[in-house]
């Protein structure tokens, strides 16, 4: 079986076959292409050919969908930095700064009906499934982006609720990037249940991966400035962690968390931290979600041999850097 970054490849290959910088008007597409042309992991596309063709599909039936989904990512992002004022996204200024947000926020709507027209070339056989799917998954994210910024203003925020969240946020969409995959194979509903398990497990441990790089990474390994969580009181499993432990520490870590956005709150809140050794709790709590993706790849009937990619991928995101 392929790696996961044979596939990104073939996705890179695909995305430049779309030419988005030639569609018109320029004022709509150029920031378009200019957020794709950025790369990125293209792990989401990537699952969804993988699963696909342990299922026996080929990647060309499969890619379409593919496009969609990365397409889908993208857009969010898009709409992400314009909520969360983002400057600097994979190491270069976002769309929002480069372009203006009423640009961003257009530009982001257009590659969202991108990625609509791209499950239109779908087999009629399994496009409704897959349609359903990707209705589903995109009302999940708007819900997880929706309780993430709610969260911001409460302070009784629990570890549960953060896990739902980032289950809707970020779990959904890998979740529906496999179960896709699988959808495209004519799988039953069982098997696209367990498909989706592996991919909202992995997602919730990928991000709570991500609340430690926002915190403890390198910014230019990373791709964005560290603290950023910190600075928009975002609330991650560090930080709702720290606060619910009790003792003097959980209530130096309120007292931070008070202090104006800077570099100044980010090392104080991050000393809190590290005297809290919040490090070992994060990194378990992530392997445990690994653990229960692995669990649910396996219930799906597929052969060792076939589940080697799913477990790359799961042994890629443990410890990552950006």
């Given at each position: ?149 709610e969260f911001e203003s409460r302070n009784d925020v629990t570890v549960e609720e953060y896990v739902e969240m980032i289950r809707l946020k970020t779990g959904a969409l890998l979740g529906a990037c496999v179960e896709i995959g699988g959808l495209l194979a004519g799988v039953d509903a069982k098997v ?131």
């Amino acid at each position: 079986m392929k790696r996961i970054s044979d596939y990104a490849v073939m996705v890179e290959e695909a995305l430049r076959g779309l030419e988005l910088a030639q569609m018109k008007p320029e004022s709509l597409y150029a920031p378009v292409a200019y957020a794709m042309e950025a790369g990125g992991k293209r792990l989401r596309p990537a699952l969804t050919l993988m699963t696909a063709e342990a299922f026996g599909v080929d990647n060309s039936v499969a890619m379409p969908a593919a496009l969609a989904l990365e397409l889908f990512h993208n857009f969010t992002l898009l709409h992400d930095d314009v909520m969360d004022n983002s400057d600097v996204r994979r190491n270069r200024p976002t769309v929002v700064k480069r372009f203006g947000a009423d640009a961003a926020i257009l530009s982001g709507d257009a590659m969202l009906g991108l990625a609509e027209a791209q499950l239109l070339a779908l087999d009629d056989k399994c496009y409704r499934r897959v349609a359903e799917v990707f209705v589903r998954m995109a009302r999940d994210v708007y819900a997880g982006q929706a309780l993430d910024m709610e969260f911001e203003s409460r302070n009784d925020v629990t570890v549960e609720e953060y896990v739902e969240m980032i289950r809707l946020k970020t779990g959904a969409l890998l979740g529906a990037c496999v179960e896709i995959g699988g959808l495209l194979a004519g799988v039953d509903a069982k098997v696209a249940s367990k498909l989706r398990e592996y991919g909202e497990n992995l997602g919730i441990s990928f991000q709570i991966e991500d609340d430690w790089l926002d915190t403890f990474g390198d910014a230019t390994t990373f791709g964005k400035p560290i603290g950023g969580d910190i600075n928009n009181n975002k609330k991650t499993f560090l930080l709702i962690s720290g606060l619910t432990a009790g003792g003097e520490e959980s209530k130096a870590l309120e007292v931070a968390m008070q202090l104006p956005a800077g570099d100044t709150k980010v090392r104080a809140v991050t000393r809190i931290y590290e005297k809290m050794q919040l490090d070992e709790k994060v990194h378990k709590e992530a392997l445990r979600y690994s653990a229960k993706a692995m669990k649910a790849a396996k219930a799906t009937g597929l052969s060792d041999a076939k589940l080697e990619g799913f477990k790359y991928v799961v042994d890629r995101l443990s410890g990552r850097k950006k």
